[in-house]
């Protein structure tokens, strides 16, 4: 994926405020449609600098989405298309543009990577469109959603004074999944090697249902046609069998190893509840880690389809667990990678959510870069109904810049009951398992 501002494909991102109120209502023999406002101004759909500039450039696909041809049949024939036919591009001129530099600009002065986090859901919703698409306006489009976030690492840090560039394409389909890989790209004057200008990789999952019956529906073939792009269909392909296994298997056994592992991971966290005087004073327990925070989902937070953007979620967890490693580290947390995401069921408008993070467990054994594991878990809270449901599930990986100053130690989370014990040991090792799978490529 290479940097070229001045490529066709490329979509400029730019920081335009204008006014709602600026053109009339349509003449009564007018078609509404001709006269229609830019979707920018469309109330009710999540706006950003990049939703904007990403719906511009796509208005009559999503024009389709918005307003569906009513009884339209669905798709008859599916198409095979290409990984550049759907791969799409968007520029941040953060050097030249003081506004849109202020946007993204954290405390830091790096760019935040909640928002970031906001605009790669969006980017990748585009490209499963643009896949998805038949170009035939008399049929009835797909319904699009985010099923789960498969990766996200940070490389290096993001300076926000420097133009910033995000390439994505269709890596991999099922039958009615889609796998969009995203980059990150940032030149500097030092670095003229592309691969070495890469900051971040994204991974999305996308499921495609039905419009009309809600059921899943099969999406359009994709036939890669470089070296790269069949290695990259043969991972993604592996990596959906392996998710297939982890979802169709039901939660077993412990086995003798495992129950030592438990039994470890419980020792200490039964001292601190038992004895806490005699406990170790470098270990906490999870639960004393947690933090919470809840909203009501606004109507201005809805995507084209009329449920709460992914990206906002997203965004709200990782303040959250930002928030979680700060005040759990005593140090201001660099953000590492997005472990994973699970999109499990659709957030709506009015629906109170509730956002609960915890430390789930740390890694100390490099003193240089300890890690942080946080958990955040959303749920939608019906106070009338007497209900709560997960909603979505995130984890994330920080380390400090210093993990010891003056004597400061990162201290070891421990599990105080069998159940929390048991999902940190899941967690465990879904990571380990994905990062043999990561050198194994």
């Known amino acids: 994926m290479e940097f070229n501002s001045s490529s066709p494909r490329t979509i400029p991102v730019v920081s335009t405020f204008a006014s709602p109120f600026g053109s009339s209502s349509p003449a009564l023999n007018e078609d509404p449609k001709t006269n229609r406002k830019p979707i920018s101004l469309w109330p009710g759909m999540y706006h950003s600098p990049v939703t904007n500039a990403l719906w511009e450039a796509r208005s009559k696909i999503f024009e389709r989405l918005l307003d569906p041809p009513k009884d339209a049949p669905p798709q008859s024939e599916l198409l095979t298309k290409t990984p550049s036919q759907s791969r799409t591009s968007i520029l941040y001129n953060f050097s030249t543009d003081y506004i849109l530099r202020e946007q993204y600009r954290d405390p830091w002065n790096e760019v935040r990577i909640g928002k970031l986090l906001e ?5 990748a919703g585009t490209i499963s469109v643009k896949h998805c698409s038949d170009d035939d306006s008399m049929t009835r489009p797909l319904l699009l959603v985010t099923a789960s976030v498969d990766k996200i690492v940070l490389k290096k840090s993001i300076s926000v004074d420097i133009d910033l560039k995000i ?13 969009i890989q995203l980059e990150v790209i940032q030149s500097t004057k030092e670095v003229s090697d592309t691969s070495d200008s890469v900051v971040l990789t994204a991974n999305f999952i996308f499921v495609a249902r039905d419009s009309k019956t809600g059921k899943a529906a099969p999406v359009n073939r994709l036939s890669p046609q470089t070296e790269r792009e069949k ?11 392996l998710r297939k296994r982890k979802t169709g298997g039901d939660r077993r056994e412990l086995d003798n190893g495992e129950v030592n592992r438990l039994e470890a991971l419980l020792a200490e966290g039964r001292v601190i509840c038992d004895m ?12 004393d880690t947690r933090l919470e925070n809840a909203l009501i989902c606004q109507p201005q937070q809805r995507n084209i389809h009329g449920r709460i953007f992914g990206g906002f979620l997203m965004l709200r967890a990782f303040e959250l667990a930002f928030s979680t490693a700060y005040a759990f580290a005593g140090l201001m947390p660099c953000f590492l990678e997005v472990d994973h995401v699970d999109f499990l069921r659709p957030v709506d408008v009015g629906n109170f959510l509730r956002f609960k993070s915890c430390v789930l467990y740390t890694e100390l054994e490099n003193p240089d870069q300890p890690l942080i594991n946080i958990e955040v ?5 019906r106070p009338e109904f007497r209900s709560s449901e997960v909603s979505n599930t995130f984890y994330f990986t920080f380390t400090v810049s210093k993990a010891v100053t003056n004597g400061f130690r990162i201290r070891n989370v421990v599990p105080g009951t069998q159940e929390e014990a048991r999902h940190i040991l899941e967690r465990m090792d879904a990571k380990t398992l994905q990062l043999s799978k990561g050198v194994s490529k």
């Open 377 to 381: 878990v959303a749920h939608v809270t």
């Open 167 to 179: 390439v994505g394409a269709v890596i991999w389909v099922g039958r009615s999944s889609i796998e």
């Open 276 to 287: 806490p005087a005699l406990a170790d004073r470098n270990s906490i327990l999870l639960r």
């Open 231 to 241: 290695s990259l269909f043969e991972e993604a392909e592996a990596r959906s069998k």
């Open 119 to 123: 605009d790669l859901d969006a980017l």
